[in-house]
């Protein structure tokens, strides 16, 4: 399964942070690219910032049409919008997991700024809440794609990585490659 | 078992909304306050509106020294810290939860943004990493709370909410309260 992240409702200057912070979620959890619907310098080269250091190949893609992007993507995967109006997943989540293991599909996870539109909701296969009270989409995001995971991304090694953090007690234990 | 969390190196206009989104995913997930070390209108306002309007009874504290706060909190109370550098959440999850449980000790979580003092390392019963990768401590802190609370926070009922939103497959199902 490869998981793919849909940010909408991005807006420049007042959310160049949270997308970035949304955009390296996605990678530490084992997303393979995060797309946008308008470029954005700040967070694309943060992203490949942090990919040209830490190794991997997470992509940062702008679409023109994230409706034609979403709508092909379903015909072969599945599609969860992530929204605080949506399903409870403390009980939708098994049956996503299930979905997902069952047919094998990739994953277009949809994370909206502000107010997202209709169509999004229509389009989703799932429309899923994290928690009923206004927190943060870089939340929601973790913790629905840690619960999809179990953990198993948080410490992959990755590809042309210069630098390598090893969990440590009390110490920072860093390998950083030299030049 | 309560949990508070103490947001350090905050700075200013630069975090204000990282903090912010720090701040609502800790009441969301079930905390009870979260103090901060010098005063921010624009969050301590952002919180205060949230609780205004969702209920519930969490606050936005300010200390003087963390320090000093964490220290006496640690007399009865267990800390944990954080951190990218911390031993693997995975491994050592399952001794966090059951060294709150058995003792019914209250939880101080301490979430940096950026560098944070030596002194909060050897501080800190435990410094934990919520993967070894760059991302965001807004997805660390809601992953751990995630799975410390397994869920059952995020869906709370709150006193005195004037709106209230019931989970929904595809409609926005939203109570709000007239004046």
Redesign the interface.
């Known amino acids: 399964m490869a998981i793919e992240i849909l940010r909408l409702g991005h807006r420049g200057e007042?959310d160049k942070?949270?997308s970035t912070?949304?955009a390296?979620?996605s990678?530490?959890?084992g997303a393979e690219k995060i797309i946008f619907t308008e470029e954005d310098k700040h967070v694309k080269e943060s992203v490949e910032r942090?990919v040209d250091s830490?190794g991997g190949d997470f992509k940062f893609e702008v679409v023109k049409s994230w409706r034609t992007y979403a709508k092909r993507f379903k015909d072969n995967g599945i599609v969860v919008h992530l929204t605080?109006?949506?399903?409870?997943?403390?009980?939708i989540m098994t049956e996503i997991r299930e979905d997902i293991s069952k047919t094998n599909k990739n994953l277009l996870l949809i994370i909206g700024a502000e107010k997202v539109p209709r169509e999004a909701?229509?389009l989703a296969n799932y429309?899923l809440?994290?928690?009923?009270?206004?927190?943060?989409e870089?939340?929601?995001?973790?913790?629905f794609l840690?619960?999809l995971t179990e953990?198993k991304?948080?410490?992959?090694e990755?590809d042309n990585a210069k630098i390598?953090?090893?969990?440590?007690?009390?110490?920072?234990?860093?390998f950083v490659e030299k030049d």
Chains 1, 2 share one sequence.
């Open positions: 007042r942070r949270i912070h949304v390296l979620t990678r530490a959890l942090i830490w605080m109006y949506g399903e409870n997943i403390n009980k909701y229509d429309n809440s994290v928690g009923n009270q206004p927190h943060s870089v939340a929601a995001l973790a913790i840690d619960r953990g991304t948080l410490y992959s990755y390598k953090v090893t969990p440590s007690k009390s110490e920072k234990c860093v």
